[in-house]
Nanobody
C-alpha cells in the first residue's frame, strides 16, 4: 500500500508563489504516473498536472499552463508542484495521487486513473 503525504499549502496573496510537495512512502512500487488535483467545496475534484515515466512527460490543464510546474525527485521519493502567479480562483484543497500505470495520456488528469491519494493540503489565495 503506497502512502502519499502532501505539504506546503498555505495562504498567499494574488500573484504570489507556493511550492507543494508530495512524499511517497519508501519501499513501495514506483508509480507509473503522478498527478495533482484540487477541489473546492461543492465541486468535483479536478486534475490539472501530471507526469509519467520518471518525469519524462508532463501534462497540464490549460488553466495552469505557464504558471504551474510539476517535477519529480526520484532520490527523495518526492513529486513537487511549483505554483506561480497565483490567482484567487486557485484557492482549493490540493491532492496528489499516484497510479501504477497511465496508459492513455488523454485520461491522465482523470481522478478515475489514480488509486493512491494523499490527504490534501489547503491553498488559499487572497486578493
Amino acid at each position: 500500500q503506497m502512502r502519499l503525504v502532501e505539504s506546503g499549502g498555505g495562504s498567499v496573496q494574488a500573484g504570489g508563489s507556493l511550492t507543494l510537495s508530495c512524499v511517497f512512502s519508501e519501499n513501495t512500487e514506483r508509480p507509473g504516473c503522478v498527478g495533482w488535483f484540487r477541489q473546492v467545496p461543492g465541486k468535483e475534484r479536478e486534475g490539472f498536472a501530471a507526469l509519467t515515466g520518471r518525469g519524462a512527460a508532463t501534462y497540464y490543464r490549460d488553466s495552469v499552463k505557464g504558471r504551474f510546474s510539476i517535477s519529480q525527485d526520484i532520490t527523495q521519493n518526492t513529486v513537487s508542484l511549483q505554483m506561480t502567479s497565483l490567482k484567487p480562483e486557485d484557492t482549493a484543497m490540493y491532492y496528489c495521487a499516484a497510479a501504477r500505470r497511465c496508459l492513455v495520456t488523454a485520461w491522465i488528469l482523470r481522478t478515475e486513473e489514480y488509486i493512491w491519494w494523499g490527504q490534501g493540503t489547503q491553498v488559499t489565495v487572497s486578493t
